[in-house]
Protein backbone atom coordinates (compact mmCIF):
# COMPACT_ATOMS: atom_id res chain seq x y z
CA UNK A 1 0.00 0.00 0.00
CA UNK A 2 1.46 3.61 -0.79
CA UNK A 3 0.03 6.55 1.19
CA UNK A 4 -0.27 10.27 1.22
CA UNK A 5 -0.53 11.82 4.95
CA UNK A 6 -1.35 15.98 4.88
CA UNK A 7 -1.71 17.64 7.94
CA UNK A 8 -3.95 20.75 7.32
CA UNK A 9 -5.77 24.00 9.10
CA UNK A 10 -4.39 25.39 12.65
CA UNK A 11 -1.66 23.09 14.21
CA UNK A 12 -1.95 21.80 17.32
CA UNK A 13 0.27 19.49 19.90
CA UNK A 14 -0.33 15.57 18.70
CA UNK A 15 -0.35 16.33 14.68
CA UNK A 16 3.49 14.74 14.71
CA UNK A 17 2.49 11.54 16.92
CA UNK A 18 -0.60 10.96 14.47
CA UNK A 19 1.97 10.81 11.47
CA UNK A 20 4.50 8.49 13.67
CA UNK A 21 1.88 6.55 14.01
CA UNK A 22 0.61 5.95 10.35
CA UNK A 23 4.39 5.77 9.31
CA UNK A 24 5.35 2.44 11.70
CA UNK A 25 1.58 0.73 11.24
CA UNK A 26 1.97 1.16 7.56
CA UNK A 27 6.10 0.42 7.17
CA UNK A 28 5.92 -1.99 10.08
CA UNK A 29 2.57 -4.25 10.24
CA UNK A 30 0.95 -3.52 6.28
CA UNK A 31 4.48 -3.70 4.34
CA UNK A 32 3.95 -0.16 2.61
CA UNK A 33 4.85 3.47 2.36
CA UNK A 34 3.86 6.56 3.30
CA UNK A 35 4.32 9.83 1.70
CA UNK A 36 4.28 13.26 3.17
CA UNK A 37 2.74 16.32 1.85
CA UNK A 38 3.66 19.74 2.48
CA UNK A 39 1.49 22.52 4.18
CA UNK A 40 -1.53 20.72 3.91
CA UNK A 41 -3.70 20.50 0.57
CA UNK A 42 -1.55 23.11 -1.01
CA UNK A 43 1.27 20.57 -1.24
CA UNK A 44 -0.67 17.63 -2.68
CA UNK A 45 -1.61 19.98 -5.37
CA UNK A 46 1.49 21.62 -5.95
CA UNK A 47 2.96 18.00 -5.54
CA UNK A 48 5.70 18.96 -2.88
CA UNK A 49 6.95 16.22 -0.18
CA UNK A 50 8.87 13.99 1.70
CA UNK A 51 9.43 9.85 1.95
CA UNK A 52 8.44 9.69 5.39
CA UNK A 53 10.42 6.53 7.07
CA UNK A 54 10.07 5.43 10.69
CA UNK A 55 13.53 6.22 11.16
CA UNK A 56 12.44 9.98 9.47
CA UNK A 57 9.75 10.14 12.44
CA UNK A 58 11.85 9.23 15.13
CA UNK A 59 12.21 11.51 17.55
CA UNK A 60 8.58 13.63 16.88
CA UNK A 61 6.45 12.07 19.48
CA UNK A 62 7.04 14.75 21.71
CA UNK A 63 7.12 17.50 19.66
CA UNK A 64 4.89 19.90 18.88
CA UNK A 65 3.56 21.37 15.51
CA UNK A 66 4.16 19.16 12.94
CA UNK A 67 7.05 18.25 10.64
CA UNK A 68 5.38 18.44 7.33
CA UNK A 69 3.64 22.24 8.00
CA UNK A 70 0.21 23.03 7.61
CA UNK A 71 -2.04 25.39 5.82
CA UNK A 72 -5.84 26.77 5.36
CA UNK A 73 -5.60 26.26 1.61
CA UNK A 74 -8.60 24.07 0.14
CA UNK A 75 -8.53 22.23 -3.13
CA UNK A 76 -12.10 23.28 -3.64
CA UNK A 77 -10.95 26.95 -3.49
CA UNK A 78 -8.25 26.70 -5.81
CA UNK A 79 -9.01 26.31 -9.44
CA UNK A 80 -8.17 23.04 -10.69
CA UNK A 81 -7.60 22.50 -7.76
CA UNK A 82 -9.52 18.34 -7.20
CA UNK A 83 -8.01 17.77 -10.45
CA UNK A 84 -4.19 18.61 -9.32
CA UNK A 85 -5.04 16.02 -6.40
CA UNK A 86 -5.99 13.47 -8.18
CA UNK A 87 -2.84 13.72 -10.96
CA UNK A 88 -0.16 14.15 -7.87
CA UNK A 89 -2.15 10.71 -6.53
CA UNK A 90 -2.10 9.13 -10.29
CA UNK A 91 1.92 10.44 -10.01
CA UNK A 92 2.61 9.15 -6.79
CA UNK A 93 1.08 5.81 -7.19
CA UNK A 94 -0.98 6.39 -4.14
CA UNK A 95 -3.62 4.12 -2.92
CA UNK A 96 -5.11 6.58 -0.97
CA UNK A 97 -4.51 10.12 1.58
CA UNK A 98 -5.23 10.69 4.91
CA UNK A 99 -6.20 14.08 5.83
CA UNK A 100 -5.56 14.96 9.05
CA UNK A 101 -7.51 18.12 9.98
CA UNK A 102 -10.49 19.92 11.71
CA UNK A 103 -13.98 21.27 9.92
CA UNK A 104 -13.18 22.58 7.46
CA UNK A 105 -9.93 20.32 6.04
CA UNK A 106 -12.78 17.17 6.65
CA UNK A 107 -15.00 19.02 4.94
CA UNK A 108 -12.60 19.32 1.42
CA UNK A 109 -11.93 15.74 2.56
CA UNK A 110 -15.65 14.77 2.35
CA UNK A 111 -15.97 16.44 -0.75
CA UNK A 112 -12.79 14.27 -2.28
CA UNK A 113 -14.65 11.30 -1.36
CA UNK A 114 -18.16 12.11 -3.31
CA UNK A 115 -15.59 12.99 -6.11
CA UNK A 116 -14.34 9.40 -5.93
CA UNK A 117 -10.81 10.50 -4.37
CA UNK A 118 -9.52 7.87 -1.79
CA UNK A 119 -9.14 9.59 1.32
CA UNK A 120 -9.53 8.84 5.56
CA UNK A 121 -9.75 11.57 8.37
CA UNK A 122 -8.37 12.38 11.48
CA UNK A 123 -9.62 14.44 13.77
CA UNK A 124 -7.38 17.19 14.76
CA UNK A 125 -7.94 20.36 16.68
CA UNK A 126 -7.83 22.07 20.36
CA UNK A 127 -11.64 23.48 19.67
CA UNK A 128 -12.73 20.27 19.82
CA UNK A 129 -15.73 21.05 18.33
CA UNK A 130 -15.73 17.88 16.18
CA UNK A 131 -19.02 16.69 16.42
CA UNK A 132 -18.82 12.75 15.38
CA UNK A 133 -16.28 12.16 17.62
CA UNK A 134 -16.03 12.50 21.88
CA UNK A 135 -12.70 14.13 21.61
CA UNK A 136 -10.07 15.28 19.04
CA UNK A 137 -6.21 15.44 20.01
CA UNK A 138 -5.03 18.82 20.44
CA UNK A 139 -7.78 19.70 23.11
CA UNK A 140 -6.38 18.16 26.19
CA UNK A 141 -3.38 19.72 25.30
CA UNK A 142 -4.52 22.84 25.28
CA UNK A 143 -6.45 22.63 27.90
CA UNK A 144 -3.60 21.92 30.03
CA UNK A 145 -1.82 24.84 28.91
CA UNK A 146 -4.43 27.33 29.31
CA UNK A 147 -5.26 25.55 32.99
CA UNK A 148 -1.69 26.22 33.58
CA UNK A 149 -1.70 29.81 32.91
CA UNK A 150 -5.23 30.67 34.74
CA UNK A 151 -3.22 28.93 38.05
CA UNK A 152 -0.41 31.54 37.76
CA UNK A 153 -3.19 34.74 37.53
CA UNK A 154 -4.13 33.81 40.49
CA UNK A 155 -1.52 34.73 42.39
CA UNK A 156 -1.22 38.11 40.54
CA UNK A 157 -4.94 39.05 40.83
CA UNK A 158 -5.27 38.75 44.25
CA UNK A 159 -1.84 40.27 45.37
CA UNK A 160 -3.51 43.83 43.38
CA UNK A 161 -7.30 42.77 44.22
CA UNK A 162 -7.65 42.87 40.31
CA UNK A 163 -10.54 41.05 37.57
CA UNK A 164 -8.62 39.31 35.37
CA UNK A 165 -10.00 38.58 32.00
CA UNK A 166 -8.56 35.40 30.40
CA UNK A 167 -9.80 34.65 26.70
CA UNK A 168 -8.91 31.27 25.48
CA UNK A 169 -9.19 29.94 21.86
CA UNK A 170 -11.81 27.51 20.65
CA UNK A 171 -13.95 29.29 17.50
CA UNK A 172 -17.55 29.11 17.90
CA UNK A 173 -17.57 26.40 20.99
CA UNK A 174 -16.23 27.14 24.22
CA UNK A 175 -15.26 23.46 25.20
CA UNK A 176 -11.76 25.02 25.85
CA UNK A 177 -12.86 27.84 28.00
CA UNK A 178 -15.35 25.20 29.94
CA UNK A 179 -12.92 22.65 31.00
CA UNK A 180 -9.91 24.96 31.59
CA UNK A 181 -12.21 27.05 33.70
CA UNK A 182 -13.42 24.36 36.00
CA UNK A 183 -9.82 23.30 36.38
CA UNK A 184 -8.33 26.67 36.91
CA UNK A 185 -11.28 27.33 39.33
CA UNK A 186 -12.71 30.64 37.38
CA UNK A 187 -15.13 32.81 38.93
CA UNK A 188 -17.07 32.88 35.77
CA UNK A 189 -16.98 31.03 32.28
CA UNK A 190 -18.41 33.43 29.27
CA UNK A 191 -18.97 30.62 26.14
CA UNK A 192 -20.74 30.97 22.60
CA UNK A 193 -23.50 28.34 23.88
CA UNK A 194 -24.46 30.78 26.15
CA UNK A 195 -24.48 34.60 25.53
CA UNK A 196 -23.24 36.51 28.66
CA UNK A 197 -25.34 39.86 30.27
CA UNK A 198 -23.01 42.41 31.02
CA UNK A 199 -25.11 43.28 34.05
CA UNK A 200 -25.04 39.48 35.28
CA UNK A 201 -21.67 39.89 35.06
CA UNK A 202 -21.09 42.72 36.99
CA UNK A 203 -23.13 41.98 39.13
CA UNK A 204 -21.12 38.29 40.20
CA UNK A 205 -18.38 40.60 40.60
CA UNK A 206 -19.58 42.86 42.51
CA UNK A 207 -21.31 40.25 45.02
CA UNK A 208 -17.69 38.72 45.16
CA UNK A 209 -16.43 41.84 46.04
CA UNK A 210 -19.08 42.46 48.85
CA UNK A 211 -17.95 38.81 50.34
CA UNK A 212 -14.53 39.96 50.71
CA UNK A 213 -13.44 37.30 48.41
CA UNK A 214 -12.51 39.63 45.51
CA UNK A 215 -9.68 38.70 42.42
CA UNK A 216 -12.07 37.20 40.16
CA UNK A 217 -10.96 35.22 37.32
CA UNK A 218 -13.59 35.62 34.14
CA UNK A 219 -12.35 33.17 31.38
CA UNK A 220 -13.67 34.27 28.14
CA UNK A 221 -14.05 32.09 24.99
CA UNK A 222 -12.50 33.85 21.95
CA UNK A 223 -16.29 33.38 20.17
CA UNK A 224 -18.73 33.97 23.50
CA UNK A 225 -21.36 36.82 22.66
CA UNK A 226 -23.20 39.10 24.67
CA UNK A 227 -27.36 38.65 24.84
CA UNK A 228 -28.33 40.37 22.07
CA UNK A 229 -28.73 44.35 21.93
CA UNK A 230 -27.13 44.33 25.47
CA UNK A 231 -23.59 44.81 24.48
CA UNK A 232 -22.18 46.33 21.13
CA UNK A 233 -19.77 44.45 19.34
CA UNK A 234 -17.48 45.80 16.12
CA UNK A 235 -18.52 43.86 13.09
CA UNK A 236 -15.28 41.31 13.18
CA UNK A 237 -14.66 40.53 9.51
CA UNK A 238 -13.15 37.39 7.94
CA UNK A 239 -9.95 36.31 6.87
CA UNK A 240 -8.41 34.90 3.34
CA UNK A 241 -10.18 31.80 3.79
CA UNK A 242 -14.08 32.79 4.58
CA UNK A 243 -13.60 32.31 8.59
CA UNK A 244 -14.95 35.25 11.12
CA UNK A 245 -12.04 36.90 12.83
CA UNK A 246 -12.25 35.92 16.25
CA UNK A 247 -10.45 37.38 19.01
CA UNK A 248 -10.49 40.65 20.96
CA UNK A 249 -13.74 40.21 23.00
CA UNK A 250 -11.58 40.39 26.62
CA UNK A 251 -10.27 44.13 25.54
CA UNK A 252 -14.41 45.16 24.73
CA UNK A 253 -15.33 43.81 27.92
CA UNK A 254 -12.65 44.76 30.64
CA UNK A 255 -13.44 48.84 30.83
CA UNK A 256 -17.42 48.51 30.35
CA UNK A 257 -16.35 45.52 33.56
CA UNK A 258 -14.01 48.49 34.84
CA UNK A 259 -16.67 51.74 34.60
CA UNK A 260 -19.30 49.88 35.64
CA UNK A 261 -17.69 47.65 38.91
CA UNK A 262 -14.82 50.46 39.15
CA UNK A 263 -12.78 47.25 39.75
CA UNK A 264 -9.42 47.19 37.76
CA UNK A 265 -9.59 45.13 35.09
CA UNK A 266 -6.76 43.66 33.24
CA UNK A 267 -6.51 41.18 30.12
CA UNK A 268 -4.60 37.95 29.00
CA UNK A 269 -5.17 36.57 25.70
CA UNK A 270 -3.45 33.21 25.70
CA UNK A 271 -4.15 33.07 22.15
CA UNK A 272 -1.21 30.81 20.42
CA UNK A 273 0.22 29.05 23.86
CA UNK A 274 -3.13 26.97 23.16
CA UNK A 275 -1.90 25.93 20.17
CA UNK A 276 1.66 24.88 21.11
CA UNK A 277 4.26 23.37 23.04
CA UNK A 278 4.68 19.44 23.67
CA UNK A 279 1.45 17.43 23.68
CA UNK A 280 0.37 15.67 26.47
CA UNK A 281 0.05 12.67 27.28
CA UNK A 282 -3.10 11.60 26.45
CA UNK A 283 -2.86 13.62 23.17
CA UNK A 284 0.16 11.73 22.59
CA UNK A 285 -2.03 7.71 23.16
CA UNK A 286 -4.92 9.69 21.37
CA UNK A 287 -3.34 10.70 18.61
CA UNK A 288 -1.14 7.22 18.41
CA UNK A 289 -4.35 5.30 18.28
CA UNK A 290 -5.78 7.67 15.90
CA UNK A 291 -2.66 7.35 13.44
CA UNK A 292 -3.31 3.28 13.20
CA UNK A 293 -6.40 3.57 13.28
CA UNK A 294 -6.45 5.67 10.14
CA UNK A 295 -3.87 3.27 8.39
CA UNK A 296 -5.97 -0.20 9.28
CA UNK A 297 -8.81 1.94 7.86
CA UNK A 298 -7.18 2.91 4.55
CA UNK A 299 -5.44 -1.19 4.30
CA UNK A 300 -9.34 -2.15 4.65
CA UNK A 301 -10.02 0.46 1.76
CA UNK A 302 -12.50 2.32 4.20
CA UNK A 303 -12.50 5.54 2.14
CA UNK A 304 -14.54 8.61 2.96
CA UNK A 305 -14.26 7.32 6.53
CA UNK A 306 -12.83 9.14 9.58
CA UNK A 307 -11.31 7.33 13.02
CA UNK A 308 -13.36 8.60 15.73
CA UNK A 309 -13.26 8.09 19.43
CA UNK A 310 -16.58 6.59 21.53
CA UNK A 311 -17.14 5.41 24.70
CA UNK A 312 -12.90 4.86 25.03
CA UNK A 313 -13.18 2.80 21.57
CA UNK A 314 -11.81 4.16 18.00
CA UNK A 315 -14.17 3.61 15.76
CA UNK A 316 -14.68 4.72 11.67
CA UNK A 317 -17.68 7.34 10.91
CA UNK A 318 -18.62 8.30 7.36
CA UNK A 319 -17.13 11.53 6.70
CA UNK A 320 -20.51 12.62 5.69
CA UNK A 321 -21.90 12.47 8.89
CA UNK A 322 -18.46 13.36 11.16
CA UNK A 323 -18.36 16.99 10.00
CA UNK A 324 -22.13 17.77 9.78
CA UNK A 325 -22.71 19.21 12.79
CA UNK A 326 -19.93 21.15 15.38
CA UNK A 327 -20.17 20.08 18.96
CA UNK A 328 -21.02 22.38 21.42
CA UNK A 329 -20.63 22.49 25.29
CA UNK A 330 -23.37 20.13 26.99
CA UNK A 331 -25.03 22.35 29.34
CA UNK A 332 -23.89 19.32 32.08
CA UNK A 333 -20.54 20.20 31.60
CA UNK A 334 -20.95 24.43 31.68
CA UNK A 335 -23.28 23.64 34.96
CA UNK A 336 -20.35 22.28 37.06
CA UNK A 337 -18.42 25.62 36.69
CA UNK A 338 -21.64 27.94 37.42
CA UNK A 339 -21.56 26.14 40.71
CA UNK A 340 -18.66 28.17 41.62
CA UNK A 341 -19.86 31.28 40.25
CA UNK A 342 -19.88 33.52 43.20
O1 LIG B 1 -9.25 26.04 15.09
C1 LIG B 1 -8.15 26.20 15.94
C2 LIG B 1 -7.92 27.66 16.19
O2 LIG B 1 -6.85 27.79 17.07
C3 LIG B 1 -9.12 28.39 16.77
O3 LIG B 1 -9.31 28.12 18.14
C4 LIG B 1 -8.73 29.82 16.46
O4 LIG B 1 -9.83 30.69 16.44
C5 LIG B 1 -8.12 29.67 15.06
O5 LIG B 1 -7.61 28.35 14.98
C6 LIG B 1 -7.00 30.64 14.77
O6 LIG B 1 -6.71 30.46 13.38
P1 LIG B 1 -5.30 30.93 12.77
O7 LIG B 1 -4.25 29.98 13.28
O8 LIG B 1 -5.49 30.79 11.28
O9 LIG B 1 -5.08 32.32 13.25
Redesign the pocket.
Known amino acids: MRLGVLTS ?4 PGLNAVIRAVVRKVERHLNGTVIGFRDGYLGVMEDRYEVLTIDRCRGILPRGGTILGTS ?1 HQPYAHPGGVDKVRATMVRRGLDGLVVIG ?2 GSLGAARDLHTDGVAVVGVPK ?3 N ?1 LGATEVTF ?1 FDT ?1 VATATEAIDRLHTTAESHDRVMLVEV ?3 HVGH ?1 ATWSGIAGGASMILVPEEPFDIDEVCDTLRRRHDQGRFASIVVVA ?2 AVPVEGSFALPDPGV ?1 Q ?1 G ?1 QR ?2 GIAHLLAPEIEARTGFETKVVVLG ?1 L ?2 GGSPTAADRVLASRFGIAAAEAAADHEWGTMVAIRAGKVVRVPLVEAVAEPKVVAADIHDVGKVFFA
Not at 9 to 12: A, E, P, R, T
Open positions: GGDCRGNTIDDGAMGRIEGDFHLGYQR
